[in-house]
């Protein structure tokens, strides 16, 4: 697999945006904690240093080696990245009088150096610090400012070192991508050749190489990254991959039925398994969502150990892992703290022996979507929208018995329905619905009802990173909310959730 940015993270909020507009730009790139800087860094063609929620004046504040990498090869330091690259080297970080927060303007560019090649004063920049640089290193000069930040950006003399107090990652930062493209491809000079068709021809010859003739089991789950990854393992091992469909219980409703029959005629060798009652005994009483993750995922790798015995000579278990199951189940010293685990990253109990593959490791969503085209599968496939692996039950807030998967498979239905009859489906990242552990007091007919309440969700989003709800027509809403309450035995009360991520997930639990 070819490597050329390295992003140190530092824990900031925006690292894994750096990532996803340095792929925008068909560059590709890696993020790794700050402490873990890879051995071989001939690989590498450029570094950015990420922001962080630490202060560089902290005691605890996270100090990367550098040695191996500044003055010998272009470095852009982003926030913390570049007040630490200040104070490492003799300036002045101090605490600042007017905390920068949010919106501010370029002036005072340099408009000759490279990194602000085609960027004008006026452009709006994206602050997020309460430090700032008061005096740069004897070797370093500023190269544009901001009204309240006189040291915005700055490059450090005869070495292709920068750095700059804003985030250019974020969409508030109007340049930001113009910007990493300066950085990248005029002073670095990385090619931008990373696009679907090369992933797809480097992945099938890793595939190749690495798996040969043995055989691969692959747990498939309906949505758009195990489609791919099977597909992308079909392309390489052809008949030695064998795909599982596990019906857990917690599936959308008729979904185990739809697709298995969407799979027909791909070519796949995909066997349904309905492995439901498993399931629920696994979960018999547990609420709190860690364990129900964890449970759920020990339920999949019993399943599938169990179906791996029945094929003789398997090898491999391969997983639809995309980069930001990764990204969230990794916690190091302080970088991007685990949000929530996944019951597909980290390994395999000892007991199964099979090495697992994931060629898709290394791809944000909406990269494999692209992928996916390239490889031909259907755009009904692709335009799936994202469904948790623990399905339903951590859309279930409180215990999960047979009889509340029902009732929220009957409200999902109606709601996802609604979305496609209403033309509103592909212009929603994902929905959902949520089973609230609170019951309400309501009227149907002449009688007191005292029933159940239910969220619906809807977000728009590229990566699943961050997302935005959807301000979906009232009209719609009205008319889900009356045919939900109408239909489904249990529910008197419909809400909206209006949250926005960060601060709160998509998903609930």
Partial sequence: MQ????????????????????????????????????????????????????????????????SRIKGKMPLLGVCYGAQHLVQAKGGKVEASNTREFGRAHLQDINHENPLFDGIHTGSQVWMSHSD?????????????????????????DNEDTYGIQFHPEVYHTTDGLKLLENFLVKIAHVPQDWTPAKFVDLTVDELKKTIGNEKVVLGLSGGVDSTVAAVLLHKAIGKNLYCIFVNNGLLRKY??????????????????????KRFYAALKDVKDPELKRKRIGNAFIEVFDDEAHQ????TYLAQGTIYP????????????????????????????????????????????????????????????????????AIRILEDVTPEKVDILQQVDHIFIQALREWD??????????????????????????????????????????????????????????????????????????????????????
Wanted: net charge negative; charged share 25%; proline share 6%.
């Fill in 325 to 392: 199951d990764v990204i969230e189940s990794v916690s190091v010293n302080g970088p991007s703290v685990t949000i929530k685990s996944h019951h597909n990253v980290g390994g395999l109990p000892e007991y199964m022996k099979l090495k697992v593959v994931e060629p898709l490791r290394m791809l944000f969503k909406d990269e494999v979507r692209r992928v996916g085209k390239e490889l031909g599968i259907s755009p009904l496939l692709l335009g799936r929208h994202p469904f948790p692996g623990p399905g339903l």
């Fill in 3 to 66: 490597k050329n940015i390295l992003i140190l993270d530092f824990g900031s909020q925006y690292t894994q945006l750096i990532a996803r507009r340095v792929r925008e730009l068909n560059i590709y790139c890696e993020i790794k904690p700050f402490n873990k800087i890879p051995e071989d860094l001939s690989v590498f063609k450029a570094v950015i240093l990420s922001g962080s929620p630490f202060s560089v004046r902290n005691a605890e504040a996270p100090i990367p080696d550098l």
């Fill in 424 to 509: 509103l489906y592909d212009k929603v990242w994902q929905a959902g619905a949520m089973l609230l552990p609170v019951h309400s007091v309501g009227v149907m007919g002449d009688e007191r009802t005292y029933e159940k309440v239910v969220a619906l969700r809807a977000v728009e989003s590229t990566d699943g990173m961050t997302a935005d709800w959807v301000d979906l027509p009232y009209k719609f809403l009205q008319k889900v909310s009356n045919k939900i309450i109408n239909q489904v035995k249990g529910v008197n009360r419909v809400v909206y959730d209006i949250s926005s991520k960060p601060p709160s997930t998509i998903e609930w639990e």
């Fill in 311 to 314: 094929i003789e000579d398997v």
């Fill in 255 to 276: 979904e185990f039925e739809d697709v298995l029959d969407q799979y027909k005629g791909m070519g796949l060798n995909v066997k349904g398994v309905d492995a439901s």
């Fill in 132 to 156: 700032s640089i008061k005096s740069l290193p004897e070797n370093a000069h500023r190269i544009a400012s901001t009204e309240d930040v006189e040291m915005a950006a700055f490059q450090f």
